[in-house]
Nanobody, 121 residues
Framework: QVHLVESGGGLVQPGGSLRLSCAASGSIASIGIMGWYRQALGKQRELVARITTGGDTNYADSVKGRFTISRDNAKNTAFLQMNTLRSEDTAVYYC???????????????WGQGTQVTVSS
C-alpha cells in the first residue's frame, strides 16, 4: 500500500513563510509527477504547483514568484516553500503523486490527507 504523508502546515501571519513536506512510502516502484493542490472553503480544488522527475515545474499564477516546489527523488519526498503568504493562501493543501506500485507495476495518482494552512494576523 502507498501512502503520502504531509507535514509543515500551520498558522502564519501575512508576509510569513511556511514549508510543506510530502513523503511517499510503501511498495513504490517509481514516482512520476508530483504536485500540490489546495482547496479553500467554498472553492474548487486548484493546482498550486507541480514538478516532474526531471525538475520541470509549473505554478498557478496566484503563487508564481512566491512559492517554490522541489523534490528529493532519493527520499520520495516533495516540498512546497511558501513565501510572502497572503490571507487568500489560506486553504487545505494536498500533495499528489503519480506512483507505480511494485506489486502490479501500475501507475496511479495518490493523494495525501491534506494539511491546513492558515494565514491570518
Amino acid at each position: 500500500q502507498v501512502h503520502l504523508v504531509e507535514s509543515g502546515g500551520g498558522l502564519v501571519q501575512p508576509g510569513g513563510s511556511l514549508r510543506l513536506s510530502c513523503a511517499a512510502s510503501g511498495s513504490i516502484a517509481s514516482i512520476g509527477i508530483m504536485g500540490w493542490y489546495r482547496q479553500a472553503l467554498g472553492k474548487q480544488r486548484e493546482l498550486v504547483a507541480r514538478i516532474t522527475t526531471g525538475g520541470d515545474t509549473n505554478y498557478a499564477d496566484s503563487v508564481k514568484g512566491r512559492f517554490t516546489i522541489s523534490r528529493d527523488n532519493a527520499k520520495n519526498t516533495a516540498f512546497l516553500q511558501m513565501n510572502t503568504l497572503r490571507s487568500e493562501d489560506t486553504a487545505v493543501y494536498y500533495c499528489t503523486a503519480l506512483i507505480s506500485v511494485t506489486a502490479s507495476w501500475r501507475s496511479s495518482n495518490y493523494w495525501g490527507q491534506g494539511t491546513q494552512v492558515t494565514v491570518s494576523s
